[in-house]
């Protein structure tokens, strides 16, 4: 498209046109046929795409945040312990969050960059007693990404509930929250789900909701309260309309229309295309000699990208260069080390085209800059790892 740049950071996302489409739809009513259709649609296809059938989905206008409000406020009563395993900036955020709720928390953080060792998890749990584990799947801050499977199966024989923070992954890493006994999945649209930004979803599993339902106090969080939602799922699920707060309605149908084609294309598929992503970004990083965030590359994301700039490499200038090549890519994040890096989202409808514009304007911009490079070789690594698939 003419004129347009191409946006590849870690959210919001370019999302399919068709789906931008149903956004430019002019706005129903909440209580309108086709709204009400859209809207269970869209409650039936999230729990295909968190593989989560057992669970309750709930659909709410806000970002990812006031998903992470939204499960900390219903689950967590002043006094209980939560403990928060943190590989990075939104880890942090998850305890700041929980103690608003009167949570005593414990957190076991990560050395940027890296891993919390699943040694360290158990010993914590063994340790004492929590109420609920959160884990960040993917910490956008860093670009590490954490085995919840394993750290299901811990949480799951210490009996702690565990709420995975899926922003930065639902949709394109490998998640099968029932298989794996995840307790409570939470993302936001402009990720890998592929809409604008401004839904909140939680999947919650029966374990969480017996905790809510079983909860002495009040939830202290008006908006957020699952009593206040539940009724409004039940009722969209059921073909019915009903009303608590008004729907986000363009974004609602939006995200019906984008599950649709998620699940066209396929779960399965859908995460060996984004490993595809990650393979390609992680080959062409090692052929460029460039460092990245995540201290192992195994650890490194498939949703988004974490090079270090180069010595010598003025940041600032990069970005604004790679803007001037028509890619938008984001900086750091994470406060310790902000200006020594640079994020590259490639989830959702990212293709392989989009991955090799954004890796030939990177070497562009590093050749500008006098990074000493071969051009081309960060681009045929990634070719490589394509053509061998
Ligand atoms: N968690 C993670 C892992 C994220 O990447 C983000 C957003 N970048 C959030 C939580 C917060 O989401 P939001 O910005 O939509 O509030």
Partial sequence: MKGRNLLMIPGPIEVEPEVMQVMGSPTTSHVDPNFIESFGQALEGIRQVFLAPSSQPFIVAGSGTLAM???????????????????????ARYADILSRYGGEIDVLTAPIGGRVPLEEIEGALREKSYKLTTLTQVDTSTGVSMEVAAVAELTDSHETLLVVDGVCSVGGEELRQDEWGVDLTLTASQKAISIPPGLALLMVGPRAMEAWNTRTQPVLNYYADFGNWLPIMEAYEARQASYFATPAVNLVAALSRSLKLILQEGLEARFSRHHALGSAMQAALQALELDQVPIDPQYAANTLTAPRFPEGVDGKAFLADMKAEGVIVAGGLHPDIKSQYFRIG????????????????????????????????????????????
């Fill in 346 to 389: 490639h989830m959702g409808p990212t293709s392989t085209g989009d991955l090799l514009q954004t890796l030939a304007a990177v070497e562009i911009c590093l050749h500008q800059q006098g990074y000493p490079l071969q051009l081309g070789t960060g681009l045929a690594a990634a070719q490589r790892e394509f053509a061998g698939r």
């Fill in 69 to 91: 409000d939204m499960a900390a406020a219903n689950l967590i009563e002043p006094g209980d312990r939560a403990l928060v395993i943190s590989t990075g900036y939104f880890g």
